[in-house]
């Protein structure tokens, strides 16, 4: 069965340091997304991609957060300057038509 | 504002101990309703989507229902391995993002 991979699973990095994660959504999967679930708390939406610009954004996703589609099956989320709070699971998906999403198993960031 | 409301957060089962977890919701214009599944240190691993009252789908051990305003997953003679938490979302019209719940926390006993 097609599945999202997300690489690394887990990634320490320092406070102030820029950090890119990575993922591969399914191959003809159109729309693309980032969520994060901070230990304890619910899943939230980061961003959606689709035909190569962002589509929607929440209020979390500021000018630290980029996302790019660097070639035909790579998908990432930058995050320039992290701060502790940015530590969570970061959950990529993937979605034919915008609903029905399957997601990656997620990279555990970890800022200290 | 849309949300999303699960109850309850904890549930523990004897194997075989039927069993149903809510999920209510208030949501501007519903586009669908989401039933996932997460394992500890896991992604979300998609179960069922609802698009209507009255809506009914099934899956092995596991039924989801919808109303206006809430919908049930029901689990029926359950097994040690459906222990897992289990995700509600909603996605409104015209938005691109999924709402989720805080979830409900099964966990299934021989």
Partial sequence: ?112 | EDQVTQSPEALRLQEGESSSLNCSYTVSGLRGLFWYRQDPGKGPEFLFTLYSAGEEKEKERLKATLTKKESFLHITAPKPEDSATYLCAVQARNTDKLIFGTGTRLQVFP
């Avoid at chain 1, 660097?70 to 701060?83: A, C, E, Q, V, Y």
């Fill in chain 1, 1 to 112: 069965e097609p599945e999202v991979t997300q690489t690394p699973s887990h990634q320490v990095t320092q406070m102030g340091q820029e950090v890119i994660l990575r993922c591969v959504p399914i191959s003809n999967h159109l729309y693309f997304y980032w969520y994060r679930q901070i230990l304890g708390q619910k899943v939230e939406f980061l961003v959606s991609f689709y035909n190569n610009e962002i589509s929607e954004k929440s209020e979390i996703f500021d000018d630290q957060f980029s996302v790019e589609r660097p070639d035909g099956s790579n998908f990432t989320l930058k995050i320039r300057s992290t701060k502790l709070e940015d530590s969570a699971m970061y959950f990529c998906a993937s979605s034919p038509e915008n609903y029905g999403y399957t997601f990656g198993s997620g990279t555990r960031l970890t800022v200290v």
